[in-house]
């Protein structure tokens, strides 16, 4: 009986060998669609990252410009910029980080890949689910350079067991900001001794940039104007997109990651450790860094007074560096697009590419002028270069999104393969907006083999999918005008104000009032690039007929102010507010479901077939809320507002405001943020004034265009007008051959 048990036992651990030593993940699919993985295509060889624990270092300098960087899909590439001085670029150094994934990543498949300034520093299977893993990478001797620096990260994810679509959207790689840093052996590194050098303070462990404000009594105009004039120019130097400002009584005691002191004040009132520049302070305009003991950077504006410190201010600005460097959070060219021109897909950072997976994404990202006013007609065009393999089914598509919203789905047809060679995807224009666009390009994939999926299918599947990072993306000529109110245009471009001589604004006379005017200003000149030249006055002093800003809390506005803000406090507007809230634009009555119906086939709403524009009521402002509002003012000008119930509250909220992704969805004539930081409720205007900037045939034709596509009654009305005149004209001709023969 003993014998028969254990040939029976051998030979099942003979037929159960190969399963124990997979290395692959499970395979759960039927035999009957078993599919033989290719194997796999040899790849250029570079340094493997080993985890490891490095000693102290002697100085580091933080990297990401946010608290983490997530990589999220099968393949995801992030790039970030910082800055060295020469004497940081010079120095050997080390790059460490650590990382965490998703469990269902599939290390065996999954890479994650680093690059400094296009040198491939090395490369590691993505294997630390359970817990982050500390990586260390040696930079080779010549790769840092003094001034901007790009890390370029790259992800290859491929997932466990599953070989869906759906099942991409499980991966992800993060990276903590706090430990992705650049080491240097010496310790005395930290020091930036010129102007031009100021990108390099860097961030903190979180990606923020703090400009710590020492100054005297700020409820002096030309204290004010002085203080908003640096915070922009530093803003722009530093290269940050959100900087955080604070008031200080006293000089940092030691040197802080991504922390810069200013000091700004007249001669005879600068702090004692700051003694020695007193005399070429009372000599004439000041701007320098100093270096004191504590080591802490620090930049002296002065002057023998108030007057002699806005000229130092005036000519700061060419010593700090072109505006055009790259941003911290920019990793990848952001061109100017104007209309008719285009641009290679290469130029702005999107590569050629093999992908052997499901689900391919891309982004690029391009600027558009203030005055574009192509939002409702017309149609840009990304000529593609790419293709696809036999295996790839029918129901796959491209999908593109422009600014987050979904712009255009093109399916892939063919059935056999198929060479996309110069095939134009037009792009409707209805999202993009004066500044910064992003469009994002991802590519959904259904194949045979897939529906399949043997084990390790997911990593070994061969190419299905070729982008070409030669593609286009083309602009039509279009409009050239502006819709005001609108708070994109300042968010994106500072215009109008950026093009005045001088611009009123009106601050608070409380410490929190006057953070927030610098966070506002300071926020402004990040995203466009461009100083405001704010002149500080009072409320009486203030002009309608002038653009302006006023940044206040609303008990301190005057009434007559906040009436022609657009927004309604305290108690005003409340009731109906609460009343209103469930109110829409879809008709009521025996004939809602059909004109809901209708509007909804059409992509129409309710207020593109109006006749008379409605009125814009006062919007009603939360207890807790802050409150961004542009109104065009009777006499000519047009007036933001930045205001909250109290001080505190309009402090906080600049802080949430000047944050990337709600700066973003700024938009319309009232932005509003809760504290609850649920996003930003945007108010749109019923009735914008259009200014155009050119009164060529040709972009008064776009102009009109786009005009009509948004009053479509109107539209209508002037095609029937024309059809009257046309049929008096045609018999009245009639008439007069009649009356002839």
Same mark, same amino acid.
């Given at each position: 009986?003993?014998?028969?048990?254990?040939?029976?036992?051998?030979?099942?651990?003979?037929?159960?060998?190969?399963?124990?030593?997979?290395?692959?993940?499970?395979?759960?699919?039927?035999?009957?669609?078993?599919?033989?993985?290719?194997?796999?295509?040899?790849?250029?060889?570079?340094?493997?990252?080993?985890?490891?624990?490095?000693?102290?270092?002697?100085?580091?300098?933080?990297?990401?410009?946010?608290?983490?960087?997530?990589?999220?899909?099968?393949?995801?590439?992030?790039?970030?910029?910082?800055?060295?001085?020469?004497?940081?670029?010079?120095?050997?150094?080390?790059?460490?980080?650590?990382?965490?994934?998703?469990?269902?990543?599939?290390?065996?498949?999954?890479?994650?890949?680093?690059?400094?300034?296009?040198?491939?520093? !090395?490369?590691?299977?993505?294997?630390?689910?359970?817990?982050?893993?500390?990586?260390?990478?040696?930079?080779?001797? !010549?790769?840092?350079?003094?001034?901007?620096?790009?890390?370029?990260?790259?992800?290859?994810?491929?997932?466990?067991?599953?070989?869906?679509?759906?099942?991409?959207?499980?991966?992800?790689?993060?990276?903590?900001?706090?430990?992705?840093?650049?080491?240097?052996?010496?310790?005395?590194?930290?020091?930036?001794?010129?102007?031009?050098?100021?990108?390099?303070?860097?961030?903190?462990?979180?990606?923020?940039?703090?400009?710590?404000?020492?100054?005297?009594?700020?409820?002096?105009?030309?204290?004010?104007?002085?203080?908003?004039?640096?915070?922009?120019?530093?803003?722009?130097?530093?290269?940050?997109?959100?900087?955080?400002?604070?008031?200080?009584?006293?000089?940092?005691?030691?040197?802080?990651?991504?922390?810069?002191?200013?000091?700004?004040?007249?001669?005879?009132?600068?702090?004692?450790?700051?003694?020695?520049?007193?005399?070429?302070?009372?000599?004439?305009?000041?701007?320098?860094?100093?270096?004191?003991?504590?080591?802490?950077?620090?930049?002296?504006?002065?002057?023998?007074?108030?007057?002699? @410190?806005?000229?130092?201010?005036?000519?700061?600005?060419?010593?700090?560096?072109?505006?055009?460097?790259?941003?911290?959070?920019?990793?990848?060219?952001?061109?100017?697009?104007?209309?008719?021109?285009?641009?290679?897909?290469?130029?702005?950072?999107?590569?050629?590419?093999?992908?052997?997976?499901?689900?391919?994404?891309?982004?690029?990202?391009?600027?558009?002028?203030?005055?574009?006013?192509?939002?409702?007609?017309?149609?840009?065009?990304?000529?593609?270069?790419?293709?696809?393999?036999?295996?790839?089914?029918?129901?796959?598509?491209?999908?593109?999104?422009?600014?987050?919203?979904?712009?255009?789905?093109?399916?892939?047809?063919?059935?056999?393969?198929?060479?996309?060679?110069?095939?134009?995807?037009?792009?409707?224009?209805?999202?993009?907006?004066?500044?910064?666009?992003?469009?994002?390009?991802?590519?959904?994939?259904?194949?045979?083999?897939?529906?399949?999926?043997?084990?390790?299918?997911?990593?070994?599947?061969?190419?299905?999918?070729?982008?070409?990072?030669?593609?286009?993306?083309?602009?039509?000529?279009?409009?050239?005008?502006?819709?005001?109110?609108?708070?994109?245009?300042?968010?994106?471009?500072?215009?109008?104000?950026?093009?005045?001589?001088?611009?009123?604004?009106?601050?608070?006379?409380?410490?929190?009032?006057?953070v927030a005017a610098m966070m506002l200003a300071a926020r402004i000149a990040t995203a466009s690039g461009k100083v405001i030249p704010f002149s500080p006055m009072t409320q009486a002093q203030v002009s309608p007929a002038l653009d302006a800003v006023l940044v206040k809390p609303m008990p301190s506005l005057d009434p007559a102010l906040l009436a022609r803000s657009g927004l309604a406090g305290g108690g005003a507007g409340r009731t109906d507010a609460v009343l209103d809230r469930f109110v829409t634009d879809t008709p009521g009555g025996p004939w809602a479901g059909p004109a809901e119906w209708l509007l909804r086939g059409v992509g129409l709403e309710l207020?593109?077939?109006?006749?008379?524009?409605?009125?814009?009521?006062?919007?009603?402002?939360?207890?807790?809320?802050?409150?961004?509002?542009?109104?065009?003012?009777?006499?000519?000008?047009?007036?933001?507002?930045?205001?909250?119930?109290?001080?505190?509250?309009?402090?906080?909220?600049?802080?949430?405001? @000047?944050?990337?992704?709600?700066?973003?969805?700024?938009?319309?004539?009232?932005?509003?943020?809760?504290?609850?930081?649920?996003?930003?409720?945007?108010?749109?205007?019923?009735?914008?004034?259009?200014?155009?900037?050119?009164?060529?045939?040709?972009?008064?034709?776009?102009?009109?265009?786009?005009?009509?596509?948004?009053?479509?009654?109107?539209?209508?009305?002037?095609?029937?007008?024309?059809?009257?005149?046309?049929?008096?004209?045609?018999?009245?001709?009639?008439?007069?051959?009649?009356?002839?023969?």
């Open positions: 009986m003993i014998r028969p048990i254990f040939l029976a036992a051998l030979l099942a651990s003979v037929s159960l060998a190969p399963v124990l030593a997979q290395t692959v993940p499970f395979d759960m699919s039927p035999e009957s669609g078993l599919i033989v993985p290719a194997p796999p295509e040899p790849s250029v060889t570079v340094p493997e990252m080993a985890p490891q624990v490095l000693p102290a270092p002697g100085f580091s300098r933080h990297l990401l410009p946010g608290p983490s960087l997530r990589l999220a899909g099968e393949d995801s590439r992030q790039a970030v910029v910082f800055y060295l001085t020469a004497a940081q670029a010079e120095s050997a150094a080390r790059l460490q980080f650590s990382y965490l994934n998703a469990v269902v990543v599939a290390p065996e498949f999954s890479s994650l890949n680093l690059a400094l300034n296009q040198t491939v520093l !090395g490369t590691t299977p993505i294997a630390s689910s359970a817990a982050p893993s500390v990586i260390a990478l040696d930079v080779p001797a !010549g790769v840092l350079r003094a001034g901007a620096n790009v890390l370029e990260i790259h992800a290859s994810q491929r997932h466990r067991t599953d070989c869906t679509i759906e099942s991409t959207y499980e991966l992800w790689t993060e990276l903590r900001g706090d430990s992705l840093t650049l080491n240097f052996a010496d310790d005395d590194l930290s020091i930036i001794s010129q102007l031009p050098e100021l990108g390099a303070v860097g961030v903190d462990s979180d990606g923020r940039t703090t400009l710590r404000l020492i100054t005297g009594d700020l409820r002096d105009p030309q204290a004010l104007g002085a203080a908003l004039q640096l915070t922009q120019q530093l803003a722009i130097a530093l290269r940050v997109a959100e900087l955080h400002i604070e008031l200080a009584d006293a000089l940092s005691s030691a040197p802080t990651p991504g922390v810069l002191d200013l000091v700004l004040a007249p001669a005879e009132a600068l702090p004692e450790p700051l003694g020695m520049s007193r005399g070429a302070a009372a000599a004439g305009p000041l701007a320098a860094m100093v270096n004191l003991p504590s080591g802490a950077n620090t930049l002296v504006v002065s002057g023998p007074d108030w007057a002699a @410190i806005g000229r130092a201010g005036a000519e700061l600005m060419p010593t700090l560096g072109a505006s055009s460097r790259p941003r911290v959070d920019l990793g990848y060219p952001v061109p100017m697009l104007q209309g008719g021109q285009s641009v290679t897909l290469s130029s702005i950072g999107a590569e050629t590419v093999e992908f052997n997976g499901r689900r391919f994404t891309n982004r690029f990202q391009f600027e558009l002028p203030a005055d574009f006013y192509a939002y409702r007609y017309g149609d840009a065009e990304l000529v593609l270069d790419a293709a696809y393999s036999a295996d790839v089914l029918p129901g796959s598509e491209i999908d593109i999104y422009t600014n987050g919203q979904i712009a255009s789905a093109t399916p892939l047809l063919q059935t056999d393969g198929g060479l996309l060679r110069n095939t134009i995807i037009r792009i409707p224009m209805t999202n993009l907006r004066p500044g910064r666009n992003e469009v994002d390009i991802a590519v959904h994939l259904n194949t045979r083999s897939d529906a399949a999926c043997p084990a390790g299918w997911t990593g070994q599947a061969p190419t299905r999918f070729v982008f070409s990072g030669g593609s286009q993306l083309r602009l039509p000529d279009y409009a050239r005008a502006a819709a005001l109110p609108d708070l994109r245009v300042l968010t994106g471009t500072a215009w109008p104000y950026a093009d005045r001589q001088s611009v009123p604004i009106v601050v608070g006379e409380d410490e929190q009032s006057v207020r593109d077939l109006r006749i008379v524009p409605f009125a814009d009521a006062p919007h009603p402002v939360g207890d807790r809320a802050l409150a961004l509002a542009q109104a065009r003012q009777p006499e000519g000008g047009l007036w933001t507002l930045l205001t909250a119930a109290d001080a505190p509250d309009l402090r906080a909220g600049a802080e949430r405001l @000047i944050v990337t992704r709600n700066w973003r969805d700024i938009a319309g004539r009232v932005s509003t943020m809760t504290p609850a930081n649920e996003g930003v409720t945007v108010v749109a205007a019923n009735n914008p004034v259009i200014e155009v900037s050119s009164f060529s045939p040709a972009n008064l034709r776009f102009v009109a265009a786009n005009w009509f596509s948004g009053n479509i009654l109107m539209f209508t009305a002037l095609v029937a007008s024309a059809c009257v005149l046309l049929m008096l004209a045609t018999s009245f001709l009639l008439g007069q051959r009649r009356r002839g023969e």
